[in-house]
């Protein structure tokens, strides 16, 4: 009878520390609001951007949160910097049509269901839950697979192009003559899927349509930068 108990409390302690971790941890918003920046840094992995699109961000981030944008001068006192480290890439979707987009959901949402058991915990992930499980997400994928496609359809049909798809990481820092830097506050680190994890940020309200002769791939990831650089503005100042 306690043998499941004693296998699955060393699980349950881990999901705990975590837990409690991942609600210590400050978020960077909290630590905007309290004190704000006096520098902003971008460290960006976006497929082909250029310095010019680097300073772009960074100014446009700068001016969104009210924060210079020279970053060259020198102080005696600590200071607090906003970091972005930005990864980024065309939709994946892009070009897929009806079938494929449902292959597609269909997979992921039988890796999905594969993986859900072992969140549950080690006592019930069994080959046959994970079977059981893969299957449904399977279809709840498949099932999906339309209404994903309708939804990228429309958004290309309104803007003339789909947007770049970015993963970010957003970190406050403490920097002091002399001291290694501290890191105040930390946005991007999943703790049990849900706690200290980065927002995702909806662009479409920040999305401008392209006219057809505009429509390079410079061009769509300039506008989705600039989309990007608003909706992370807006979330800030609805945080603050």
Not at 42 to 61: C, D, F, I, S, Y
Not at 110 to 135: E, M, Q
Request: glycine share 10%; hydrophobic share 40%.
């Amino acid at each position: 009878m306690d043998a499941p108990y004693n296998r699955s409390l060393p699980l349950l302690v881990l999901m705990g520390l975590c837990l409690a971790l991942g609600i210590a941890c400050k978020r960077p918003e909290t630590a905007i609001r309290e004190r704000p920046a006096q520098r902003v840094e971008l460290v960006q992995t976006v497929k082909g951007m250029t310095p010019e699109e680097e300073r772009v961000v960074v100014a446009q981030l700068a001016e969104g949160l009210s924060l210079p944008t020279d970053s060259s001068e020198q102080t005696a006192e600590s200071i607090r910097v906003f970091r972005l480290t930005l990864s980024g890439r065309p939709d994946r979707m892009m070009g897929r049509g009806l079938g494929s987009t449902c292959l597609v959901s269909t997979g992921l949402g039988a890796l999905a269901g594969a993986l859900l058991p072992g969140v549950g915990g080690a006592v019930w992930a069994t080959w046959r839950s994970a079977a059981i499980a893969a299957g449904t997400g399977g279809l709840l994928g498949l099932g999906y697979g339309p209404i994903w496609y309708k939804h990228k359809e429309a958004l290309r049909q309104q803007m003339g192009y789909l947007p770049w798809g970015f993963t970010a990481e957003w970190e406050v820092l403490e920097r002091r003559p002399g001291f290694a830097e501290e890191v105040v506050a930390r946005s991007g680190y999943p703790v049990l899927f849900f706690a200290n994890h980065t927002p995702i940020l909806d662009l479409k309200p920040y999305l401008k349509p392209l006219a057809a002769e505009s429509r390079s791939e410079a061009d769509v990831r300039q506008a989705s930068l600039k989309a990007y650089v608003q909706a992370l503005v807006m979330h800030f100042r609805k945080k603050g």
